[in-house]
């Protein structure tokens, strides 16, 4: 029996982990579940889960959940805010934590749980870009191991099998393009929130969404690679393939390329993550070759999508630009999603903010100036363009 906490439970990815779980053969058990302020969807995972710790960062919502838990005679210790995740992260009962909370609040329950010695099955990208190089350091300190949950990842994590850098020659990431694959700046101009949200592909949360819409999405999985797999970005390419079959593939210095196909469902890498590798039953449909009639493959259009063009730029600078392009586009992306801004000025708020913080991004690279960064970036274009 492997006991887990899940960072974020209530959302896509907490959601399919519950699933996972669910399909596990009573294999693991979920000790502690955190939520930022989904009460009603957090009383349905106690009900059916019996989770000893619960965190809601929000804390009304915390104050609701314990009264729930008194109500109904549960044994539940009830956390709120920040403390909380952190606390939930790093439990002595449990040996991983899955973080599939969204955005760059997860850094630090994630280091927490580094230092508490818990293996990572990570989805919460942000972290990674923001502080990948710290991140990784400290897990390898501490002899933690980071399982990635992105299905790009997770793909290049099984073409990789023990192989390292000496062997690879190049990553290539895939992206399905998003719904706006093919389209010029034009049409861009007059899209809604609402067509931005629809991935032809992938059901998500609504800020990867967005992020998937921009392109934004593969320049963070571009970021997150760098360090998951430390490859230079020159050697990480991006293709476009809409399909979504081809999860990533591995391309060998002897020139073979290994890859990892399977059903675009987040089910699979979660599975293959919380197992740490292990092959277990089914749990997505299967492909069938005779029904895919054709895999393509386009180069990506970095002048239209200049997201992805900026995320190769900053990563590449380093240091704490990865703070400056991350939270502009959470920030920006929220403006659009309060409808305050307009698709494409998503790419522009973060190209500013970029030049705005320029004289920034080679203070010393450290947890404190990373959270530092990030509030002053944020708390800049909310004052611009809220
Ligand atoms: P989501 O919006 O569906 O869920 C986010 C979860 O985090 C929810 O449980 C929410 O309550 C919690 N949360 C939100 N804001 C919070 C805050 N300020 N403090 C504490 N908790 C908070 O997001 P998602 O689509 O599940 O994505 C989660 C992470 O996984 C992201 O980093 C995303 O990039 C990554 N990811 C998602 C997918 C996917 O298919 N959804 C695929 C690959 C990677
Ligand atoms: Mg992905």
């Known amino acids: 029996m492997k006991n887990i906490s899940i960072l974020g439970a209530t959302g896509s990815i907490g959601t399919q982990t ?13 000790i ?37 838990c008194i109500e109904n005679k549960l044994n539940i210790e009830v956390l709120s805010g920040l403390d909380g995740l952190e606390k939930i992260a790093s439990l002595d009962e449990i040996e991983m934590v899955v973080t599939s909370v969204v955005g760059m609040i997860g850094l630090k329950p994630t280091l927490k749980a580094i230092e508490a010695k818990k293996d990572i099955a990570l989805a919460n990208k942000e972290t990674l870009v923001v502080a990948g190089e710290l991140v990784m350091k400290r897990a390898k300190e501490m002899g933690v191991e980071i399982l990635p949950v992105d299905s790009e990842h997770s793909a290049i994590f099984q073409a990789l099998n023990g192989y390292t850098e000496k062997d690879v020659s190049k990553i290539i990431l895939t992206a399905s393009g998003g719904p706006f694959r093919g389209k010029d700046i034009d049409y861009l101009k007059n899209v809604t929130v609402k067509e931005a949200l629809k991935h032809p592909k992938w059901n998500m949360g609504q800020k990867i969404s967005i992020d998937s819409a921009t392109l934004m999405n593969k320049g963070l999985e571009v970021i997150e690679a760098h360090f998951l797999f ?32 399977g059903s675009a469902d987040m089910r699979l890498p979660i599975q293959y993550a919380i197992n740490k590798k292990e092959r277990k039953d089914q749990i997505a449909s299967r492909i069938n070759f005779y029904e895919i009639s054709q895999l393509t493959f386009e180069k990506p259009d970095l002048e239209t999508f200049k997201c992805l063009k900026l995320a190769y730029e900053v990563g590449a600078q380093g240091g704490l630009a990865p703070t400056i392009l991350n939270g502009a586009n959470e920030e920006a992306v929220a403006l659009l999603l309060e409808e305050k801004i307009k698709f494409l000025q998503i790419g522009d708020i973060i190209e500013d903010s970029l030049k705005y913080f320029n004289d920034e991004k080679n203070k010393e690279l450290t947890i404190e100036n990373i959270v530092e960064l990030d509030r002053k970036v944020r708390e800049y274009i909310r004052g611009r363009w809220n």
């Open 32 to 68: 502690g579940v955190t939520a930022n302020s989904s009460v009603d969807k957090i009383k349905d995972i106690i009900k059916e889960f019996n989770p000893k710790y619960v965190g809601m960062m929000d804390n009304e919502s915390a104050d609701k959940v314990n009264k729930f």
């Open 230 to 261: 430390d490859c230079p970005y020159e050697n990480i390419q991006v293709v476009v393939h809409p399909q979504s079959i081809v999860h990533s593939m591995v391309e060998y210095k002897d020139a073979s390329i290994i890859a990892q196909l």
């Open 18 to 30: 519950l699933d996972v779980i669910r399909n596990s053969k009573d294999e693991i058990n979920l």
